[in-house]
């Protein structure tokens, strides 16, 4: 069995944390295999083959929240795995995760546009040209910072600009 695990701390609370992983997982289109408040299990991927037999990671994504944050541990397992794959997947999901945190863009509820409904409630409305240009400051220190890819950033730029 090969593992590969990454900690992280993330700006949220627990129940925020459990909520990109949900995301996370429904846009990866990976089945949750158990999900609690502090812990989910996902089937990663069924992009491994080992002789005859197709094989599949087990990605399991521990949370606590420490303060205002959560440190989450993320571990991914396959049964003859190979350490590089598995770094891959890692990524993806502590990539994934951490866009969903930072920008607030969890879309859980799919009658819920991304980045809508699901933020933290403010005590003063924004005016939507200040909410947009923060959002878009906001994506633009993601993508220096190495956390979007630049298609990631086109893509959400796109969505914060077409907001009416």
């Known amino acids: 069995m090969t593992t590969v695990s990454t900690e992280f701390t993330a700006p949220c609370t627990q129940d925020r ?3 990109a992983v949900q995301d996370l997982a429904n846009s990866l289109q990976w089945p949750i295999i158990e999900l609690a408040t502090s812990r989910v299990v996902l089937k990663g991927p ?3 083959h080992f002789g005859q037999s197709a094989l599949t990671p087990k990605v399991v994504i521990q949370m606590k929240e420490v303060g205002m944050d959560t440190v989450v541990l993320v571990s991914v ?3 003859n795995g190979n350490k590089q794959q598995l770094t891959g997947i890692m990524g993806q999901i502590v990539n994934g995760i951490s866009i969903r ?3 607030k863009s969890i879309a859980i509820n799919p009658t819920v546009a991304l ?3 699901q933020g933290e409630a403010q005590s ?3 005016t939507p040209g200040t909410d947009r240009i923060g959002q878009l400051e906001r994506l633009q220190k993601l993508l220096e910072s190495g956390v979007l890819t630049r298609d990631e ?3 959400e730029k796109q969505r914060v600009i077409s907001q009416t």
């Open 17 to 19: 944390a459990v909520l």
């Open 46 to 48: 069924k992009s491994y």
């Open 77 to 79: 397992a396959l049964f």
């Open 101 to 103: 945190v930072q920008t």
């Open 115 to 117: 980045g809508e409904g």
């Open 124 to 126: 003063e409305t924004p």
């Open 153 to 155: 950033f086109d893509a």
